[in-house]
């Protein structure tokens, strides 16, 4: 018996809130549909980028003072690092793999 009185107020309680929340709602006025943009304006299809050969790859790593030179790098504070050129620095000697310098 109370369990079907507890189920009657539950119901009760339930639809009063629903009409006070919608009685609170303000009438919105009508807008303009958004404009439509598809997902793939600016698409760009993947390129697989020319890879290099292991042993090259760490050669050139070790040429730049190997993973000590990049914990170096990553250790200095961002306003502290003094801004590198292209040839200066760890990574001075780093270019694209397969391709000529730019």
């Not at 109370?2 to 009409?19: E, S």
């Not at 793939?40 to 790593?61: C, H, I, L, M």
């Given at each position: 018996?109370?369990?079907?009185?507890?189920?009657?107020?539950?119901?009760?309680?339930?639809?009063a809130v629903a009409a006070a929340a919608q009685a609170q709602a303000p009438a919105s006025p009508?807008?303009?549909?958004?404009?439509?943009?598809?997902?793939?304006?600016?698409?760009?299809?993947?390129?697989?980028?020319?890879?290099?050969?292991?042993?090259?790859?760490?050669?050139?790593?070790?040429?730049?003072?190997?993973?000590?030179?990049?914990?170096?790098?990553?250790?200095?504070?961002?306003?502290?690092?003094?801004?590198?050129?292209?040839?200066?620095?760890?990574?001075?000697?780093?270019?694209?793999?397969?391709?000529?310098?730019?």
């Amino acid at each position: 018996m109370k369990r079907h009185l507890y189920i009657a107020l539950l119901a009760v309680l339930g639809a009063a809130v629903a009409a006070a929340a919608q009685a609170q709602a303000p009438a919105s006025p009508p807008t303009a549909p958004a404009a439509w943009r598809s997902a793939f304006d600016g698409y760009q299809p993947f390129s697989e980028e020319k890879t290099v050969p292991w042993r090259q790859a760490n050669d050139t790593v070790q040429g730049v003072g190997g993973w000590r030179a990049y914990a170096r790098e990553a250790a200095q504070p961002a306003s502290a690092a003094a801004p590198m050129t292209s040839a200066s620095g760890p990574h001075g000697a780093h270019h694209k793999p397969g391709g000529a310098e730019r």
